[in-house]
């Protein structure tokens, strides 16, 4: 490929989430069910349920007191965005109830992104929920809509421009299937028709909170997060019910979620990782790359990712891309092919503006707790979490500065 400029006003950024790596978010449903005793909880057929996590948070990477240090990193990459989420256990964690100390915590957080001109994109939902919510039954009861609709609205009021763009819901899919199909995430549930009823309701959720905050200002923009799994046939060995099973897949994992939000947002965010390869009616990939987590390494699924959205007609931001590679062996090449993806989406009219690397740092991987390195920067879990810009942290760097990919 010859050398691509991307647009002047392109996005640069990392992504983050709250849970992952602010520490001590003590009263949402995560902390709770990292702390029960494993002991008491009974094995359900998918094997070792409480054998997850595999450890708790805990202090996570301390970004609720370190949060300007993180930025300066941000802007030694050369970034002029950022993403980042808000706790909702910490601003409501009591039903109705919020939180001032820790509103104008966010607003200083937010502040601190703004005078180091990054703009801010933010998630409201990022997997974790209140505990008082949680134990009403969370996202499987159509009261928790109203309750996001109010606590957007909250934000909305509260945080108005210091946000450039909300960002209701990160992958309503993934949580849905892992919370309530696969029973891996909290509340641990292995039905089909929860899973099936919970992105329902993330729907009307995202719905009720994009109305929500429109209300409070039509100007603010606001999105959603969806992670994109490409999905396609074996080359070698084309099965035309194959083909079938994979456009269905895709179709579940794209239209089911985008079309009923498609006049409910102003832009789409997509969180791409892999790609899956249907023989035989299951996924069989290749494997000839993978990262630590075993997740088969296939940049060119993105570029077909951005083409085919297309057809939504929103702007396009990667609001995740990465892999965990703790040697840091890959993540280089992965980002710059992955790039490169981009460009040549865009050079086919794709209105891709902006990318976000996942993620600034290591950070708790959910159910993998610590195991997982997803970081430009590596955490020193044993010196002080000390931060340590692996090489591949330099190659962003390099790119973002010159707004090039080669
Ligand atoms: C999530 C992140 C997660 C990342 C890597 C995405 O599914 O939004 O929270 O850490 O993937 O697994």
Known sequence: MKSFNFPKDFLWGTATAGHQIEGNNTNSDWWAWEKRDKKKDKNTRINNRSKWPLEASGIACDSYNRYEEDFDYC??????????????????????????????????????????????????????????????????????????????????????????????????????????????WPPQKNSLILGSWVQINLIRGHIASYKAIKKVNQNYKVGIVKNIVWHQT????????????????????????????????????????????????????????????????????????????????????????????AQDRQRTWFLKECLKSCANAIEKGADLRGYFHWSLMDNYEWAEGYKQKFGLIEINRHNNLERKPRPSFNAYAQICKSGTIN
């Open 75 to 184: 802007v030694k990459l050369n970034n002029n965005a950022v993403r980042i989420g808000v706790e909702w256990a910490r601003i409501e964690p009591q039903k109705g109830v919020y939180d001032q100390k820790e509103i104008d915590h966010y607003k200083k957080v937010l502040k601190a992104a703004k005078d180091r001109n990054l703009k801010t994109y933010v998630t409201l939902f990022h997997f974790v929920l209140p505990k008082w919510l949680a134990d009403q039954g969370g996202w499987t009861k159509t009261k928790t809509i109203r309750h996001f609709e109010a606590f957007s609205k909250k934000c909305a009021q509260e945080f108005g421009d210091l946000i450039d763009v909300y960002l209701t819901i990160n992958e309503p899919q993934v949580y849905a299937a892992v919370s309530y199909l696969v029973g891996m």
């Open 234 to 325: 074996t080359p070698e060995h084309f099965n035309p019910f194959d083909f079938l099973v994979a456009k269905f897949l895709y179709f579940l994992n794209t239209d089911f979620i985008l079309r009923p939000i498609n006049k409910y947002t102003d832009l789409i965010g997509v969180n791409y990782y892999f790609t899956n390869q249907i023989k035989n009616f299951k996924p069989r990939n290749p494997n000839d790359r993978v990262s630590d987590f075993g997740w088969w390494l296939y940049p060119k699924g993105l570029e077909k990712v951005l083409i085919d959205l297309k057809r939504f007609n929103k702007p396009i931001y990667i609001t995740e891309n990465g892999i965990s590679d």
